[in-house]
């Protein structure tokens, strides 16, 4: 399925560096577990292991998709690192090596080619990976709500873009909170472009649960607190059943989020992800 989402060039490139290492370590007497370097020149670094992480990351989030799609389950939950959404078709950026939110659309594609998807990005960051690979893709839709300015720098305007119209940048100022600023354009922008009655009906809805807007995260500096991502997840429940007839599947998949100390303020990665479980039941 990576191949399917990535230039096969590309997969083949990163498997063949992370075993010739681990295999080079070996020879040398040495532990096969180890340090590459980085892959594209600025944050994104590779071990011996990360190629065969990706795949199993990958198979969590495909995994996800069959529970929902072939078993009988109305939700599922992949928790996997490295994240993915920044991963573009060839390119290696922002922590991410594999793309795989789209893997798992892309999954869901090859079981029901006419399936309507759509992705809910609430990362901080604009998931410009996501937007490259489904440039091509018309029955899925992606929506990302991000700070502005902040990596990858993209996405700095509220619009709808793209061959089929299916991407929508929500920019989220620095120092929002759920009340001033983020809850507004969560519910009157981004739900509705997940799913409108008539307009979008999807089959499956994709969550990138990034939890780096939280205001601990040092990466960012959106001030979300830990409950606002059981809101929110509340609240795209609530859009769901106001606006389908029928339920569609729902994945949730663990982007970003960074900050693991207990007892900071306003939550932590873990907290927040409770917060959001809670609401999903």
């Known amino acids: 399925m990576l191949r399917k989402v990535h230039d096969p060039s590309y997969v083949a490139s990163l498997q063949n560096k992370c075993e010739a ?3 080079r370590r070996i020879d040398e007497g040495n532990d096969e577990l180890g340090w590459i370097g980085y892959i594209d020149g600025s944050d994104t670094y590779v071990t011996t292991e990360s190629y065969d992480v990706g795949v199993r990351a990958t198979g969590a989030w495909i995994r996800a998709v069959d529970a929902v799609l072939v078993g009988s389950h109305n939700n599922a939950v992949a928790l996997t690192r490295p994240p993915g959404h920044h991963a573009t078709h060839s390119v290696s950026n922002g922590f991410c090596i594999f793309n795989f939110a789209m893997a798992a659309a892309a999954h869901a594609l090859s079981i029901n080619p006419s399936m ?4 809910l ?3 901080v960051h604009f998931g410009q990976g996501l937007m490259d690979i489904l440039d091509k893709c018309s029955n899925v839709r992606y929506v990302s709500l991000h700070q502005v300015p902040c990596f990858p720098y993209e996405g700095q305007s ?3 873009q793209g061959r089929y119209d299916n991407v929508m940048t929500i920019p989220i100022q620095p120092e929002s909170t759920w009340s001033c600023g983020y809850r507004e354009l969560f519910t009157k922008y981004a739900l509705p472009f997940v799913c409108s009655r008539d307009e979008w009906e999807p089959d499956l ?3 990138c649960a990034g939890y780096d ?3 601990s995260d040092e990466l960012a500096s959106v001030n979300l607190v830990a409950k606002d991502y059981g809101e929110m997840t509340r609240l795209l429940n609530e859009q769901i059943g106001n606006s389908l007839s029928e339920q569609p599947a729902l994945v949730f998949g663990l982007e970003g989020g960074y900050q693991l100390r207990d007892g900071v303020a306003g939550g932590n990665l873990s907290d927040a992800l409770i917060e959001t479980l809670k609401a999903m039941q």
């Open 121 to 123: 990005d609430w990362d």
């Open 21 to 23: 290492s681990r295999q």
């Open 158 to 160: 509220r619009k709808v």
């Open 116 to 119: 309507k998807i759509s992705i």
């Open 205 to 207: 809805i994709i969550v």
């Open 213 to 215: 807007a939280l205001d």
